[in-house]
């Protein structure tokens, strides 16, 4: 990640924000890419003044959103096979054992793996082109993407820009107790998103899996 970020600051802010966006509107759609440590990388710059937090939230909310919306579409026109051929591709990010557990996500908890999907990597990738496959009604899937996509890209752009300044000014200090309780009250605000997520993930994947399940109006 050091050197992703390196590699970041040397951009200029407005093609920084274009790359935040079209790597993780890329990742949504299906495709693995490093969407998370680009959100990351980028924040930690905000923190230093090389570009504005708002803007790196914007950029990454736009991209998950639309990135998320074009996966969709592609996941109803292309269906299972579509997500079958991307699992031959990526076998390592997409294979059976890892759509059989995104499909039982989206069995157990409906839209609501679309927005706490935004969280864990699998769902992050698959979620989409998922749910477009299962026929979920798009109105729910984007209510949940928007919500999720919002909530992760400003709440993590935000997060790590508030840990940075402050550790950028307690470091000044020498004040490592106070940076301690700094990070640890900005962990506190993602933890139960992320128990969340990890519940999803780690669903146990039933012996059918391999059949298609059918999410329904969930």
Do not use: C
Request: charged letters at 15%; aromatic letters at 10%; glycine letters at 12%.
């Amino acid at each position: 990640m050091v050197d992703v970020q390196h590699w970041l600051s040397a951009l200029p802010p407005g093609v920084l924000y274009l790359i935040v966006a079209g790597v993780i509107g890329v990742e949504s759609m299906g495709i693995p890419l490093p969407g998370e440590i680009v959100l990351v990388s980028s924040a930690l710059l905000a923190a230093t003044g090389v570009v504005e937090p708002e803007w790196v939230a914007t950029a990454a909310a736009a991209g998950a959103i639309i990135g998320d919306s074009v996966g969709y579409a592609v996941g109803r026109r292309g269906g299972r096979p579509l997500l079958q051929r991307l699992g031959r591709r990526f076998p390592k990010h997409l294979g059976p054992a890892q759509l059989a557990r995104a499909e039982q996500s989206f069995a157990r908890h409906g839209v609501w793996a679309v927005f706490f999907g935004r969280f864990v990597a699998l769902l992050r990738i698959l979620a989409g082109p998922l749910a477009g496959a299962l026929h979920v009604p798009y109105r729910r899937f984007l209510l949940a993407n928007a919500a999720g996509g919002l909530v992760w890209a400003f709440g993590t752009t935000y997060l790590l820009f508030s840990v940075g300044r402050a550790a950028e000014h307690w470091l000044k200090d020498i004040s490592w107790a106070g940076l301690a309780l700094a990070v640890l009250a900005g962990l506190a605000s993602t933890w139960w998103l992320r128990r969340r997520a990890r519940h999803l993930e780690s669903a146990e994947v039933p012996a059918e899996a391999d059949e298609p399940v059918h999410a329904g109006d969930r």
